[in-house]
């Protein structure tokens, strides 16, 4: 029977201990990875509809899900684009309406016949389109871009409905320069503040460029 020297033979459990501890982290990991693939995914920007509080090749990360609509308001949000010419495409826009509310768009936002301060918003909205009052239903949100004149958004194809939100931005973390947690902003009428509510989640975890 062959032997091992000491020295050899004392090394063996070493190396097997070490290499189950290698193949249980990679198990781990693999698992822990599905599970934050299943709350978030990764975008990248490709359009300017959303400048300048996003840019062309800004990298984010979605939490999976529409937000809930106490917190919705100043949410920046990725919905597939419902027209037949979308090709099924994300767009990034951020909610101004929310369930059951009334909006009239054109030379500004009126909510509830109230006007929207929006610091967040540059250009002015295309004549063609206007919109008379909407009323939202008790699923709807309305989403616009934060650049008014070139932006696909619920003033083409209407509100979008919670099933249709795919996910939340909660974070840029590229460029790094620029990386940041994304936040609401408050909602403010005539120079009163609405808070938007909390929006810290734990975080994390590109499917598919994201543009406007």
Avoid: C
């Avoid at 029977?1 to 070493?14: A, D, Q």
């Amino acid at each position: 029977m062959r032997s091992f020297p000491t020295s050899r033979r004392r090394r063996l459990p070493l190396l097997r201990l070490a290499a189950a501890t290698a193949s249980g982290l990679a198990i781990a990991g693999g698992v822990v990875g599905a599970l934050l693939s299943r709350r978030y995914l990764r975008v990248a920007v490709a359009g300017e509809s959303m400048t300048p509080a996003l840019q062309p090749d800004d990298f984010l990360v979605l939490r999976r899900g529409a937000p809930p609509p106490g917190e919705a308001y100043g949410q920046v949000v990725a919905v597939h684009d419902p027209r037949p010419e979308g090709d099924g495409r994300l767009l990034l826009k951020r909610v101004i309406g929310l369930p059951g509310e009334a909006l009239r768009v054109g030379g500004g936002v009126q909510v509830n016949g109230r006007v929207l301060d929006e610091p967040y918003a540059h250009g002015s909205t295309p004549q063609e389109q206007h919109r008379g009052i909407n009323r939202l239903a008790e699923d709807e949100f309305f989403v616009m871009g934060d650049n008014r004149g070139a932006s696909t958004d619920s003033r083409d194809f209407g509100p979008v409905r919670a099933d249709d939100i795919i996910g939340t931005a909660v974070l840029r973390y590229w460029p790094r320069a620029r990386a940041t947690r994304i936040r609401a902003v408050p909602r403010r009428f005539l120079g009163v503040s609405e808070p938007a509510g909390p929006t810290t989640h734990p975080l994390p975890w590109v499917e598919r460029p994201a543009s406007g």
